[in-house]
């Protein structure tokens, strides 16, 4: 059962899942909008294109012919995805998750209008006039997103009214896209965050992986660890809010369902619909099978029995500190003579200010304490240095 799949952003989440689909035969075709971006450097092929040009991207599925299309980043012409489906290429999860996710508008609206989940209270704006009327209605402080980014990439915190046109002007240059909007959300007063795996199945039922739980600077995460600490309650909630919203969305593969933990219960914060950068940590083998396997197995409607947690991980980040190319990397003898720890470096041809590079990896039994579990994953990565 070889199938051909395109993979359409080439990052560490694209090159990890072009690995695990080698393991298993399959064929793999890696588009960015850059040469040598890391899932080119293990695919079968690749090709350069620029994924908001409709008619560049039509011409790539016209040459490959592909089983599966398979997004991995946000800012592409997704809606040419409707059409792909209608030749009979298999748009991952879904031509429709892939449309709904890619911009926080239509996910949020789905979720908070449709499906009636708790979400912090949020507007849109389309200029920092709206912004400002936004944050009027939602209070301070609050949160500005652009509909569309990655990564973290253009959000911050308004505290006070002199925030407020630097936050549009960092949301606009950090937006992916044609989209100039943003998202405003009311702050909510969380104690913790949590990634919800959430595995859909063709013909099989939904499965979750046990809880991650992660730290964010910037929007973009620090650290992860699974299993998080989360009361029964809180995960039945959250698992019947994921259940909703990828039902919703329909097709098949893993989705990255995030949600705030409060004192009043679970609120839905975001979606991906494919693997997460926070479970990343299942790379330490926390699981019977990574996000990435999983996701593969879904696709490929291989059943999935069942997830086990193996034992507890974590994971931390390995980022550049300033602008260059050609990184070269030192401490990497320091990480590996470290026990129960493992790492991978992405292979990223150029690096900028917080760019994530790579990632330590640290594990241990189920009865060790999970802190100590990331202190090591936070030691470990602060050991390599980008230059």
């Not at 493992?342 to 917080?354: A, L």
Request: net charge negative.
């Amino acid at each position: 059962m070889t199938k051909k799949i395109l993979l359409l952003g080439s990052g560490e989440l694209g090159k990890e899942f072009v690995i695990a689909a080698q393991r298993i035969g399959q064929t793999v075709i890696a588009v960015d909008s850059y040469e040598n971006a890391p899932a080119m450097q293990v695919a079968h092929g690749y090709e350069v294109i620029n994924m908001l040009d409709g008619d560049a991207l039509d011409a790539v599925v016209a040459t490959h012919q592909p089983d599966f299309i398979v997004p991995e980043i946000e800012a592409i012409r997704t809606e040419r995805f409707y059409d792909y489906e209608k030749q009979g290429i298999t748009v991952v999860p879904s031509a429709k998750a892939a449309n709904f996710t890619m911009n926080r508008k239509a996910i949020r609206d789905l979720a908070a209008k449709d499906l009636g989940l708790r979400t912090a209270d949020y507007r849109y704006a389309t200029s920092a006039e709206e912004l400002q009327k936004a944050v009027e209605a939602v209070g301070m402080p609050c949160v500005v997103k652009p509909l569309m980014s990655s990564s973290g990439k253009g959000q911050s915190t308004i505290k006070t009214e002199s925030d407020i046109e630097k936050a549009w002007n960092y949301a606009v240059e950090g937006s992916r896209g044609d989209v100039v909007e943003v998202i405003v959300e009311a702050f909510v007063n969380f104690h913790s965050e949590i990634t919800l795996l959430t595995v859909t199945q063709n013909n099989n039922p939904t499965l979750f992986c046990s809880p991650i739980g992660h730290r964010q600077e910037r929007g973009d995460y620090q650290e992860s660890w699974q299993p998080a600490r989360v009361s029964d309650k809180d995960i039945a909630e959250a698992q019947d809010m994921a259940k909703k919203v990828t039902e919703a969305l329909g097709g098949a593969g893993i989705f990255g369902v995030e949600f705030f933990l409060t004192d009043e219960g679970v609120y839905f914060s975001e979606l991906s619909p494919r693997p997460h950068d926070t479970g990343m940590v299942t790379l330490a083998g926390t699981q019977n099978f990574n996000e990435f396997e999983l996701h593969l197995r879904a696709i490929l409607s291989l059943p999935i029995a069942e997830i086990t947690l193996e034992k507890a991980g974590a994971s931390a980040v390995i980022a550049a500190t300033e602008n260059g190319t050609n990184p070269q990397y030192t401490g990497l003898d320091k990480i590996a003579a470290l026990p129960k720890t493992d790492f991978r470096i992405f292979g990223k041809p150029t690096t900028r200010p917080y760019r994530r590079m790579g990632v330590s990896l640290t594990y241990d039994s189920l009865d060790t304490s999970i802190e100590e579990i990331v202190e090591r994953a936070k030691k470990a990565a602060a050991l390599v240095s980008v230059s």
